[in-house]
């Protein structure tokens, strides 16, 4: 079966730091895999997915199949993007059904 | 376009009744799923219907049962409800099934057993 993991529960940067939220997946078969952002007080939304290799509010996750990883990224944080991050794997078996990490919580101080 | 809507947003029901959720997809979108969210467990995959069919099933007991109408709306049932079904039920909708787009979510019911 597979599984999503995210190491850190809680990550603390400051405004302008750098940013990597760390995502590990195991599956023997070849995912596709995403990224979803829980803004306080907002519904579970898609950041984005490895297939379209799209940035989305400057983040960029890139999938390292010898790695087995999906660690999101982005160069300069800012202090909207603090949010609840899961990261989520699917598996190309004919249903859509998402695998979800347990996230990670980014704080962005100032 | 509306999104997903899902009802009641709040739940509160004691132990061993049963309870039936909602879900409104967007137009359009033929495919709906269904997560459990806990603290402890995090999002985890109940079902997921497409056409009125059930196309997959995630780890739960019997109790959890769900169905879809020609509209493409969805409904999940809980019976015999215990403590441990307290959780938020998040209701995702995509346009079609056995590729994911990524999914669109709703806000969720929060169901609360005493």
């Known amino acids: 079966a597979q599984r999503v993991t995210q190491p850190e529960k809680l990550l603390s940067v400051f405004k302008g730091a750098p940013v990597e939220l760390k995502c590990n997946y195991s599956y023997s078969g070849s995912p596709e895999l995403f990224w979803y952002v829980q803004y306080s007080r907002q519904r579970l939304q898609l950041l984005l997915r490895?297939?379209s290799r799209e940035s989305i509010k400057g983040f960029t996750a890139d999938l390292n199949k010898g790695e087995t990883s999906f660690h999101l990224k982005k160069p300069f944080a800012q202090e909207e993007d603090s949010a609840m991050y899961y990261c989520a794997l699917s598996t190309k078996t004919g249903y859509s059904t998402l695998t979800f990490g347990k996230g990670t919580m980014l704080l962005v101080s100032p | 376009k509306a999104g997903v809507t899902q009802t009641p947003r709040y739940l509160i029901k004691t132990r061993g009744q049963q309870v039936t959720l909602s879900c409104s997809p967007i137009s359009g979108h033929r495919s709906v799923s269904w997560y459990q969210q806990t603290p402890g467990q995090g999002l985890q995959f109940l079902f997921e219907y497409f056409s009125e069919t059930q196309r997959n099933k995630g780890n739960f007991p019997g109790r959890f049962s769900g169905r879809q109408f020609s509209n493409s709306r969805s409904e999940m049932n809980v019976s015999t409800l215990e403590l441990g079904d307290s959780a938020l039920y998040l209701c995702?909708?995509?346009?079609?099934?056995?590729?994911?787009?990524?999914?669109?979510f709703g806000s969720g019911t929060r169901l609360t057993v005493v």
């Open positions: 490895h297939i």
């Open positions: 995702a909708s995509s346009p079609t099934t056995g590729f994911n787009y990524g999914y669109t």
